[in-house]
């Protein structure tokens, strides 16, 4: 542990459960406070149970990310236990797109809610906290994006166009909140390894008509280094997004994928 985050404040997003938790308690043993946001109050509380048991403060705000009226908990949460100070965010909340289809057959309601969970869910937590960064005149923002973001995929519009308009969105935070000495930066996962990627390669699987196991061997083989990633290898990138060692680094990607781009 190198301490680089002692005494500050971070916000974190799905922080309670897979890769947003990794990422809260890589945060915090690397001595940062925590706001963690989601909507499984259980899970919330757990998780800053495991913060606490590091020496480190933590608050759980339970919110829906797409409903305005919750999402101000965040900031009230930041005023009333840490003084309006927030050096952090990492939007690391999101929805998956679960129907695999082509266009012609989507389901506008889910399209809509994919949309709204990955963008929204975004959009709403960084504006409930920008007031305390550009008073603080620094600061470091997160965003979870991922590979299709960056690259189409059939059968996953949802989550190609609600990622590409995340990175539209990191793009013109960047400019906007550069003046203010606050970076802007994306972490685009590949896919990574956990409950919620394996119920993904079995519904994949399914389709196809193979085992799952197949499908994962697939995945492992289209990338460099024949594996795929952790949650502890997306909190890492994080770490260094939000660190002082990418000070001059903003508006950009960090892709951990283990090499599937290439």
């Known amino acids: ?83 309006g100070r927030v050096d952090v965010i990492v939007t690391a909340a999101g929805r998956r797109d679960h129907e695999n289809k082509p266009v012609g057959e989507l389901d506008l309601a889910h399209f809509d809610d994919v949309m709204r969970g990955n963008l929204n869910g975004t959009l709403l937590p960084i504006r409930a906290v920008l007031p305390f960064m550009k008073t603080g005149r620094c600061g470091k923002v997160v965003a979870l994006s991922g590979i299709y973001g960056l690259k189409g995929q059939a059968r996953h519009a949802g989550t190609c166009a609600s990622k590409w308009a995340v990175e539209g969105l990191v793009r013109v935070l960047a400019l906007e909140l550069g003046p203010f000495n606050i970076n802007v930066n994306a972490v685009c996962p590949g896919y990574v390894d956990g409950p919620r990627s394996a119920a993904g390669m079995a519904r994949a699987a399914a389709q196809r008509g193979i085992d799952a196991q197949q499908m994962r061997s697939e995945l492992e083989q289209a990338t460099a280094l024949k594996r795929l990633s952790t949650a502890e290898d997306v909190a890492n990138a994080v770490l260094f997004l939000a660190g002082e060692r990418a000070r001059n680094i903003t508006g950009r990607d960090l892709i951990v994928d283990g090499g599937w781009m290439l």
């Open 1 to 83: 542990m190198s301490g680089e985050f002692s005494g500050q404040v971070a916000v974190v997003t799905g922080g309670a459960k897979g890769i947003g938790r990794a990422i809260a308690l890589a945060l915090a043993r690397e001595g940062s406070n925590l706001v963690l946001v989601g909507r499984d109050r259980t899970a919330l509380d757990e998780a800053c149970g495991e913060i606490a048991a590091l020496g480190r403060r933590a608050h759980g705000v339970a919110a829906d990310l797409t409903v305005p009226a919750e999402v101000e908990r965040i900031a009230a949460a930041v005023r009333g236990e840490f003084t």
